[in-house]
């Protein structure tokens, strides 16, 4: 059994713990990525200062928002206003790129092994990257997704289509690379026609996001698929020679990645853990002998790895 306190730091050099990862990396049978936040966020998908007030910069003013996160938990006056802010949310963390290579530059150390992505983000930029959706298993939803709030029924319905016209109606317009600005002349209005409010198509209660936050989150069809095939890939290389890399993964859902990587390592011999984040990099004693640890930004650590 895995202790929660004995934690492990690697004392040795980044370098050589870069040099260990890229030999697990090529001797892994098998390798299962887990990423959390931390990946995004190396990758350009910032929640707070610049980028936030570059597109937020009204509702910071009005309601005193400093970030994206807690912005949408706010209790705005109206659905308009609810789904304006909302639409924008959506639409540059799930429909724009990433503004650097992180995720592309991870496929690339992939591409040829056989893997398998768990993941806490919503983001859909694992997809965008190139990677194969059926060796992918996002467990907590998806920001392109909308579920009825109550739920009524397991379907979950694509939001693209609306939110465009949630966004444009606003006063934003798509640049060439899918980036919003403002038109000159142009003032940004901070709600949306009420006819582009969604809907349940069933009951008729609003909807809400497929986001896993309380009891009411929808486990679609899509997502029970994914949930067995990541069953299957873990009973078919149970007893293999696996690297378990985790990258970015923070305190918020522990349970889902880090703890489960954790125990697998522990109890296969043949496993091997590798954990890369900046200011949390660890793992307990039981399993020292089997860690790397890096202590780094993701996307240079990734650059590293492919230079070296």
Request: aromatic letters at 14%.
């Amino acid at each position: 059994m895995i202790s929660k306190i004995k934690i492990f730091e690697s004392a040795e050099g980044y370098q050589e713990q870069i040099e260990k990862l890229k030999n697990a990396l090529e001797a892994a049978d098998a390798i299962i990525v887990g990423a959390g936040s931390g990946l995004s966020t190396s990758a350009g998908f910032t929640y707070t200062g610049e980028r936030f007030l570059k597109y937020f910069r009204d509702f910071a003013e009005k309601y005193s928002i400093r970030d994206m996160y807690s912005g949408g938990f706010y209790p705005f006056d109206s659905p308009e206003e609810h789904w304006a802010y909302w639409s924008r949310y959506i639409y540059i963390n799930r429909y724009m790129n990433a503004p650097k290579p992180v995720y592309s530059d991870l496929l690339k150390l992939l591409q040829d092994k056989d893997y398998f992505v768990l993941t806490t983000n919503v983001d859909h930029q694992f997809q965008k990257a190139g990677f194969d959706k059926k060796r992918l298993f996002y467990t907590q939803g998806d920001y392109g997704l909308w579920q009825c709030s109550v739920p009524c029924h397991t379907k979950t319905y694509n939001n693209e289509t609306v939110v465009r016209k949630m966004v444009t109606a606003q006063g934003f317009a798509f640049a060439e690379d899918g980036d919003l600005y403002v038109p000159d002349g142009t003032e940004l209005k901070m709600e949306v026609p009420s006819e582009l409010i969604p809907y349940c198509p069933k009951c008729g209660k609003p909807m809400s996001m497929n986001l896993r936050s309380d009891d009411t989150f929808v486990e679609d069809t899509g997502w029970h698929e994914a949930a067995g095939r990541y069953s299957d890939f873990l009973r078919r290389h149970q007893n293999m020679k696996v690297l378990l890399l985790e990258v970015g993964v923070g305190y918020n859902t522990p349970a889902i990645v880090k703890y489960s990587f954790w125990r697998m390592t522990y109890q296969n011999p043949k496993a091997m853990y590798a954990c890369i984040n900046y200011g949390e990099s660890y793992a307990p004693d039981e399993i020292k002998k089997k860690s790397i640890c890096i202590d780094g930004d993701v996307g240079e650590i990734l650059s590293k790895l492919q230079s070296t």
